[in-house]
Each structure stands twice: as C-alpha cells, then as structure tokens.
C-alpha cells in the first residue's frame, strides 16, 4: 500500500511568487491534515479535511494560504504571493477515520527567497 | 508559553544506552499522546501511542505518562545507531472538532556505534 506522497519534494521560489503544494493520501482516507514546520520551530497544525469539506482551518496563517481537496482525493495547498517567512517544511497527513492515526508524508521543502 | 516543551537535545549516547526521552505539556484537556520518530529528509512515523496515565511497552520502547504532573516520557532500551532520529512529542484532545496534533520540537538523537 503507498503512502502519504507529497510533491514537489523541493521548491525554491522568489518572495511574490505562486506555489502550489500537492498532497496525495493513502487511498480510502478520508481526513488530510496540513501542517508545517518552520525553522527552529515545532510542526504546527494548518488544517485538516474531511472529504473536500473544511472540518477546521485555524491553523491557516493568513489569506495567501489556500486550500483545497477537490472530490475528496488529492490536496492542494498554495501560497500566493510568497513572503520570506512562508520558508519551512510543509507535511501532509492523513488517516481513515478522525481519531486514527496519521500517516505522514515525507514533507515539501520550500525556501522562499 | 509553549503548549508542548521538548529539550531539542542533541543528546548523543553509546550503542546499548538506555536513552530518555520526555515532553512537558500545560494543557489539561489533552488526552492522547504519540511519540513520532523522524528521520532526516523523511516524515514523522509513528512510534508509540496512548491515551492514558502509566506504562507502554512496545519492544525496546517504553512510554510513561504522567498526567498529574503533564509529563511524558519515552524511553528506549538497548539503543542502536539505527535509533538515530528526531524523536517528536505529539498529543492532543478528544473535545474539540479535530483531531489536530500539538507538536514538541523535537529532540535529535544520535546513537554512537
């Protein structure tokens, strides 16, 4: 069974630009969970899905992030426009049901510059 | 105040070490704790999981919580180079909406051969 992917792996962007991060989650799992780790920081929570619905996205920092999970499958998280301290580690997760373990992806590393 | 403390080490040790591991949290509504290990350049995997006070052995791993004075702690027996990793507290609450995960930073842990 493959895992939790996340593409691209890397990404080095110029403060302004538009990424856009992919996640792909186990297949049947119906929560995806974002989160991200900042240099010298802890991972922290961005939000989480159920399906293609919104179930909590508290932890977005602000209106550049968004978010989406057309037809429950795949995730999209862009970051639009880019600025400095958008720079860390952005983890993808995802567990079949809300209260089961999550399943980590190996995370994309984007450095905005 | 951070929600979740956790020394970022390094903490180097000999082969055959026991090594100790441990979290402080201040929230009292959290109900579950995790211990994820994490390699360089992969995502968090999950090691050990628990929901109550006391004791969990898995191997050569063993997580002690310690509600009362919200302490957690993960130790591991016989310790190998393969052990080395970032070793990352996670825990959270049965209350709220999400099942979101509050991380430590991580203690980076190498094992001497």
């Known amino acids: 069974e493959a895992g939790v992917t996340q593409f691209p792996s890397h990404s080095v962007i110029e403060k302004g630009q538009t990424v856009t991060l992919r996640c792909d989650p186990i297949?049947?799992?119906?929560?995806l969970y974002w989160y991200r780790r900042v240099m010298g920081k802890e991972i922290k929570f961005l939000l989480h899905?159920?399906?293609?619905?919104?179930?909590?996205e508290s932890g977005m920092p602000n209106n550049r992030f968004l978010a989406e999970r057309t037809g429950g499958t795949y995730s999209t998280l862009k970051v639009q426009p880019a600025e400095l301290e958008d720079s860390g580690v952005y983890f993808c997760a995802s567990s079949q049901d809300q209260w089961e373990t999550q399943y980590f992806g190996p995370g994309t590393r984007l450095l905005v510059l | 105040q951070k929600e979740v403390e956790q020394d970022p080490g390094p903490l180097s040790v000999p082969e055959g070490a026991i090594v100790s591991l441990n979290c402080t949290y201040s929230?009292?509504?959290?109900?579950?704790f995790m211990w994820y290990r994490q390699y360089s350049r992969k995502g968090p995997e999950l090691l050990m999981y628990?929901?109550?006070?006391g004791n969990k052995e898995d191997g050569r791993f063993t997580a002690q919580v310690d509600k009362s004075s919200k302490y957690i702690s993960l130790f591991i027996r016989d310790s190998q180079p393969s052990d080395s990793a970032t070793y990352l507290c996670a825990m959270g609450d049965l209350e709220g909406a999400t099942n979101k995960l509050i991380f430590g930073t991580g203690t980076l842990l190498a094992v001497q051969p």
């Open positions: 297949s049947g799992h119906d929560n």
């Open positions: 929230n009292s509504a959290f109900q579950y």
């Open positions: 628990t929901y109550s006070s």
């Open positions: 899905f159920v399906k293609e619905s919104k179930q909590d």
